[in-house]
């Protein structure tokens, strides 16, 4: 099976495609970034975009250069993944959604609408993110000469859920099949297999017995 780019479609010298990909209306596919002169993003020469065997592009999706998508993934409508990043398989990005540059994104996972996916993040296989969180990696928020250092965003292990229009804080550890509440501000590391809630987040109890991954 040929990968099938729709005629509005974008896609860059030298990107591969796997058997079956479809890249759709207005989508773009191996875009080289624009960086500004304070960027903290790294400047390396980029390698070709990869989208494994049957990846959707949705319609306005963009996938910058040096980037890996695995195979079967969907990145919905007007989504955009940047730079250097690795998503596996059977992964899905919702409409409206950013994927920053340097993030790492396991198996199995899905990342709802208008969800904001900060730099130098890594979510591990069948995390949950809901609509419209936002992750962060700058407690500098752009000042001092310091934060480039110690620029970092979340680790968000197996199967961890994030509630709708949380906030994840720079370089916090979500543990494996934690619950975050919708609307939750978590500035400290959140257990394994424990459920938080609030502002700041706190434990409220243990995450359901019926609700982890091995019960399924």
């Given at each position: 099976m040929a990968a099938e780019v729709h005629p509005t479609a974008t896609v860059y010298d030298g990107t591969v495609l796997g058997d079956g990909v479809k890249v759709l209306e207005n989508a773009v596919v191996g875009k080289q970034p624009a960086l500004g002169p304070k960027s903290t993003a790294r400047r390396d020469p980029l390698g070709p975009a990869e989208i494994g065997p049957g990846t959707i592009v949705s319609t306005g999706a963009i996938v910058f250069a040096g980037t890996t998508v695995g195979g079967g993934c969907i990145l919905g409508d007007q989504s955009c993944v940047r730079e250097r990043v690795s998503i596996a398989d059977d992964v899905v990005v919702g409409r409206g959604s950013l994927v920053e540059n340097d993030t790492t994104i396991g198996r199995g996972t899905r990342i709802q609408a208008e969800a904001y996916v900060t730099a130098y993040s890594t979510l591990e296989e069948d995390v949950f993110i809901a609509p419209c969180v936002v992750t962060t990696n700058d407690n500098f928020m752009g000042r001092t000469e310091r934060r480039k250092e110690l620029l970092k965003g979340p680790t968000?292990?197996?199967?961890?859920?994030?509630?709708?229009?949380?906030?994840?804080?720079?370089?916090?550890?979500?543990?494996?099949?934690?619950?975050?509440?919708?609307?939750?501000?978590?500035?400290?590391?959140?257990?394994?297999?424990?459920?938080?809630?609030?502002?700041?987040?706190?434990v409220l109890r243990d995450v359901a017995d019926d609700e982890l991954l091995e019960n399924q």
């Open positions: 968000i292990r197996r199967g961890a859920r994030v509630g709708g229009g949380a906030v994840i804080c720079p370089g916090v550890e979500i543990g494996e099949e934690a619950f975050v509440g919708a609307g939750a501000v978590v500035i400290t590391d959140v257990p394994a297999r424990k459920l938080v809630v609030g502002n700041p987040a706190r």
